[in-house]
């Protein structure tokens, strides 16, 4: 069934159709939650509160990219949650670690331990460098590097203008190679940028 | 920080140039130059780098489904009207009623449009709660079934008599008279194992359950109720205190309920339709799910720029502890947004302050709790002025432990800062070895007003981090006050602009600090040059002029190893 068949069942009220595309996102959906808001628990009050929100206001997507409404709507639930927990000016050191979740499976079987050890490694610390930077910016890496949305999408998802997405994007990335340049120790050898 | 001779071909370009969405012309500049500056090349391999480690990062596994719990009820959402409840196929609320009347679809639309805007026109159904609505709704489709029912005895009745008296009857009126009396059921209060769907509690299951007339009272209203269309809250065993039962059989037709959430009017208006309590609602989908804790460890943040050692050892050192901010008792460095007032207004330290550029989406504005009120949605235009803010949080600020003045004046290594010519300050220095700007005309007795003294935090005995190849600046911006006294500026950050030596202009690279909430900036990891600074509030940028001439710019030239702190600066007024 395609999706614009489950959206049009799920507008009648087919909750089971809904469900069929909560399948097909929520793990896109979770990332960029998770990577917005830092921790899981948020993320996952945000990723659910979001699909309850996008079912109850099907009503209001009239065709086009379903999955960039709903990552609107999830994206703007994380905000939500951020500006009611009022974002912090630091936060625990511990909070920085990368945590399990984060850690990418090994899915190349040809891969050497050591390789896929610095793989995590790599991954860890570049996750630690995504949550150093500031919401906004995060939601736009995350999307577009990550997820591999278009600039287009972005704006769309994030109600911003193409200019802006550009600036914080080109802000995101700049703040990242500076963390990862700047914790270049911490990187695996063969990742380490040159030395300016 | 850069040293190029094309300080013009900036991040962005580069980033859209990675991305190949940037012109032509762009295009074939940043090749060439590319080619030929290696500061050019540095940046642009090492965006791609970055963003090719970005690509590899995987898609984070959720830890649980986040399907919607389905049960016997499902939400049909309508493009104009509130989301009414239909019963799911093939559920017991669908099953035909024990009378055998075949399923009448659409009446009961009908009737609610009738009461809704016709008999009852001027809002009774389009006031009142989700309760009172459903419990008239279901009276009034009793009484008809009530009616109903007694004209269909009364013809039964009146055929048997006619098959008794032999004579049958023509005429298609149905004598009302010889109808079964039947009298409505009175509304009975229900069980109190009823539950209802959604996040409703004990308490509220109950007078949920109250208020549709559960259990009927007698054989006859049973069997009456159970030809009503309205919700009938099924007895089940499911305990009082589930909130994530859900046993509503919702009879024939299409019942034009609203979604079974408590907070859910009936009719759609500007008014929040739906506010869904996150940890309830989410354990309604998964009890498993516990309310998210809130986050109760604020601790520095190692900034970009810290040094790696540095970082290193704060990690280490600071792992599991909490570092303090800016001064113990203090408020923490004023987070990105636009300052309140300043302090002496009554105001709290946090009034005013939020960050986050954020638009709602026009799905449902509504249904956005009152928290968001505070939710900086005022028309600042200038996103980019937004997004500085919003750089705040990653801003090369740390947090330094207060010192004791006392040491800090028997050990301080303070310098006079090194200010360059044009900015006119004087300088001058205490007996206790701090450092601090004063204007010429004023005297330090007097200026040290007893707001002054309200201030937490001594800037004379802060102290910043610096290596061998980046130094630091320090400050504490205070204007004065109506009462004579010196408040702190109500600035929301201070820009550090970079002067190119070469041609006395300012170069993009710009270093954001905010200010907080007692006037104080702070820049770790400065690379060596001269600066001018510039204050921001409320969206506008203005140079920070010399305390003693403000036809001067102030500038600041900061030298690696070098700790300058320009101490309290003094002005009479600010843009």
Not at chain 2, 26 to 32: G, K, M, P
Request: glycine fraction near 8%.
């Amino acid at each position: 069934m395609s999706e614009e068949q489950l959206i049009e069942l799920a507008k009648g009220g087919d909750v089971e159709s809904f469900n069929q595309l909560i399948y097909k996102y929520e793990g896109l959906a979770y990332s960029v939650a998770r990577r917005t808001l830092r921790d899981a628990e948020s993320a996952a009050d945000a990723v659910q509160n979001g699909f309850i929100k996008a079912y109850q206001g099907l009503h209001g997507f009239r065709g086009g990219n379903f999955r960039a409404w709903l990552m609107r709507i999830v994206t703007n639930c994380c905000y939500d949650i951020l500006r009611a927990e009022k974002r912090r000016p630091a936060e625990s050191l511990d909070d920085m670690l990368a945590g399990p979740e984060h850690i990418p499976h090994l899915t190349d079987p040809s891969e050497s331990p050591d390789q896929y050890t610095g793989r995590m490694e790599l991954g860890g610390l570049i996750e630690n460098g995504i949550r150093s930077l500031p919401p906004e910016q995060r939601t736009v890496i995350v999307l577009r590097d990550i997820h591999g949305y278009t600039y287009q999408e972005i704006a769309d998802i994030t109600e911003e203008a193409m200019g802006t997405v550009k600036s914080r994007l080109s802000r995101a990335r700049a703040g990242v190679r500076d963390y990862l340049k700047h914790h270049s120790e911490l990187l695996p050898a063969p990742y380490r940028h040159r030395d300016r | 920080m850069s040293s190029s001779d094309y300080p013009h071909i900036s991040d962005e370009m580069l980033s859209a140039y990675i991305d190949g969405v940037s012109t032509e012309d762009e295009q074939n500049l940043i090749e060439s130059v590319a080619a030929s500056d290696a500061e050019v090349a540095w940046r642009l391999s090492s965006l791609r780098k970055t963003v090719s480690y970005l690509n590899d990062l995987p898609e984070l596994a959720p830890p649980r489904s986040f399907a919607l719990a389905v049960d016997n009820y499902s939400v049909a959402a309508q493009a104009t009207e509130a989301p009414q409840l239909v019963p799911k196929p093939g559920s017991a609320a669908q099953a035909e009623p024990t009378s055998g009347r075949a399923h009448q679809g659409g009446w009961w639309s009908s009737l609610q449009d009738l009461l809704q805007g016709g008999l009852f026109q001027g809002g009774l159904f389009q006031s009142g709660g989700l309760r009172l609505n459903n419990a008239m709704i279901a009276s009034a489709a009793l009484v008809l079934l009530l009616i109903g029912g007694g004209i269909f005895f009364g013809d039964l009745v009146r055929q048997n008599r006619a098959m008794l008296n032999g004579v049958a009857e023509s005429s298609d009126q149905p004598n009302i008279v010889d109808a079964a009396p039947v009298e409505p059921a009175p509304i009975e209060a229900a069980d109190t194992t009823q539950t209802m769907t959604g996040a409703a509690t004990a308490s509220e299951n109950r007078s949920e359950s109250d208020a549709l007339g559960a259990a009927p009272a007698s054989d006859e209203s049973a069997e009456t109720s159970s030809l009503a269309s309205g919700p009938i809250v099924a007895p089940t065993s499911t305990s009082p205190t589930t909130s994530t039962a859900v046993s509503v059989a919702v009879v024939p037709t299409a019942t034009p309920f609203p979604a079974a959430t408590e907070t859910v009017p009936i009719v759609p208006t500007a008014t929040p339709t739906a506010q869904i309590d996150l940890p309830v609602a989410a354990a309604a989908v998964n009890p498993n799910i516990t309310p998210a804790e809130p986050l109760t460890k604020p601790t520095a943040l190692p900034t970009p720029d810290m040094p790696l050692a540095q970082s290193q050892e704060s990690s280490q050192s600071n792992r599991s502890t909490r570092v303090q901010p800016l001064a113990a008792q203090a408020p923490p460095l004023g987070p990105a947004g636009p300052q309140g007032p300043p302090i002496t207004d009554g105001e709290s330290a946090d009034a005013g302050v939020d960050n986050a550029p954020l638009k709602a989406y026009d799905i449902q504005q509504d249904e956005r709790d009152n928290s968001a009120q505070d939710l900086n949605v005022t028309g600042l235009e200038d996103k980019a002025e937004l997004e500085d803010r919003a750089e705040m949080e990653t801003s090369t600020m740390v947090a330094i432990p207060e010192t004791s003045r006392s040491d800090e004046a028997a050990s301080s290594n303070r310098r006079v800062p090194n200010i360059g010519a044009t900015s006119g300050i004087t300088t001058s220095t205490q007996a206790a070895g701090a450092t601090e700007f004063i204007t010429t005309e004023r005297d330090l007795a007097s200026s040290v007003s007893s707001q002054e003294t309200e201030l937490m935090t001594d800037i004379s005995s802060l102290r910043i981090e610096v290596d061998d190849e980046t130094g630091g600046l320090l400050g504490q911006i205070l204007v004065r006050a109506p009462d004579n006294s010196f408040r702190p500026a109500a600035l929301s950050g201070i820009r550090l602009v970079k002067i190119d030596p070469a041609h006395e202009a300012a170069t993009t690279t710009i270093e954001y600090g905010p200010v907080d909430i007692e006037g104080i900036f702070i820049f770790t990891n400065v690379e060596p040059g001269k600066y001018v600074l510039e204050g921001e509030n409320a969206g506008m940028l203005f140079k920070l002029p010399s305390p003693d001439d403000e036809m001067q710019e102030l500038h600041v030239i900061i030298d690696a190893g070098e700790q300058i702190n320009l101490g309290k600066i003094r002005y009479e007024t600010l843009p």
